[in-house]
């Protein structure tokens, strides 16, 4: 199976091609945090005009992960919307509080875990290192992940380092772009 790769709205697209007809082993992901990072997202991506709502952003997330993934959901996110997140989706099965940023500009951030438990702790980690140590240490390892909003890639650096497929989606044309370097992608 071939990784894939679109660059589409999710609040508009129910992402069935990029599937098409299977289902990932799990989603991690680590969208916008926040209505002010979603408006910048959007606006970046000459979608101005286009408000959209955070809680319906999370819910959004939500339909997306029940209707493309059979096992568990990683969602990174800032320590201040960690309510918001449990508003939509539920108590977590775990909490870990990881770092963001490079460098000296690490800042506290949350890795929220439902339907599985890693065995090793990612506490105080972040990047690669974070997900790989996730996703690698669930009951069952993913041969699928799915990352609605894939950024740079860092999810689809540890798909490619631990043989799973890769589910990908990113807004941005150019970031997915740069993503796509990581991985044979199959653009849909």
């Known amino acids: 199976m071939n990784h894939r ?16 007809g299977q ?3 799990c989603f991690y992901s680590d969208p916008p945090w926040g209505l002010g990072n ?4 959007r606006t970046i991506n000459k979608q101005k005009g286009h408000n959209v709502d955070w809680v319906n952003f999370l819910k959004r997330i939500k339909y ?3 209707r493309h993934v059979n096992g568990p ?12 997140l449990i508003e939509v989706f539920g ?4 909490r870990y509080q990881c ?5 000296n500009r690490m800042l506290p951030n949350l890795l929220l875990c439902w339907g599985a438990v890693p065995s090793q702790s990612p506490e105080g980690m972040s990047g690669v290192d974070m997900v790989h140590t996730v996703l690698t240490s669930i009951p069952t390892v993913p041969q699928s992940v799915f990352d609605c909003c894939v950024g740079l890639g860092t999810t689809a650096k540890v798909c490619k380092k631990i043989g799973a497929v890769c589910f990908a989606n990113e807004l941005n044309p150019e970031r997915a772009a740069r993503t796509m370097k990581i991985l044979d992608f199959e653009k849909i």
């Open 38 to 41: 979603l408006k910048y997202w």
């Open 23 to 25: 289902k990932a082993d």
């Open 91 to 94: 108590t977590p099965a775990a």
């Open 64 to 66: 997306l992960y029940e």
């Open 5 to 20: 790769i679109t660059t589409r709205d999710i609040m508009v697209d129910d992402l069935d091609e990029l599937f098409q």
């Open 99 to 103: 770092l963001y940023g490079t460098g």
């Open 73 to 84: 959901l990683f969602l990174e996110t800032g320590l201040r919307f960690e309510n918001d």
